[in-house]
């Protein structure tokens, strides 16, 4: 690798962001996605009981579907956790692009759930007998800004790389 920043200290920042920035963005995407579906499983599922993961059949079926669910989410978690952890043990955390990765991948789970699972193939609503546009404004509109975010954060990360790898 041809990476030579000015001096010692640059060089082993920049060294470490160019060789882990995609390590810190899959950490953040699949810790971001992780996140947001533990929170919506413990508390629009278990805590408000507005829906099931699967509302399609019996309420047997709906807690078997939340727990499927709900692990998956924890596998998320935990693999991102772990690379995480290997980020630190190597001195390799961009906190900046993990912190994008973590609004990217919460933002577009969010989504995704609001438009594919809801809309398209109405697996579940957020909530039922009530008037549903509101919880669905909210619900995408939060979703796209966190999506928003994380894209400008990851965006200007990768220019910052970039620019430091074109400076040499």
Avoid at 10 to 20: G, K, N, P, V
Avoid at 124 to 153: K, S
């Amino acid at each position: 690798m041809d990476f030579k920043p000015r001096n010692q200290k640059d060089q082993s920042i920049s060294e470490l962001r160019y060789t882990y920035s995609a390590r810190n963005l899959w950490s953040g995407l699949l810790f971001g996605i992780g996140l947001v579906a533990f929170i919506d499983e413990a508390i629009f599922h278990q805590l408000l009981h507005w829906h099931h993961f699967y509302d399609k059949s019996t309420s047997n079926i709906g807690l078997v579907s939340d727990g499927l669910f709900h692990a998956l989410s924890w596998f998320a978690t935990v693999g991102s956790l772990f690379m995480f952890a290997d980020l630190r043990r190597r001195k390799g955390i961009w906190l900046k692009r993990w912190t994008g990765g973590v609004l990217l991948g919460a933002g577009s789970f969010q989504l995704y759930d609001g438009i594919i699972q809801h809309k398209l193939l109405r697996l579940h609503q957020i909530r039922y007998n009530v008037d549903i546009l509101p919880y669905d404004l909210i619900w995408n509109v939060t979703a796209i800004a966190m999506v928003l975010i994380g894209i400008t954060l990851v965006i200007r990360t990768r220019r910052n790389l970039l620019k430091t790898k074109a400076d040499d």
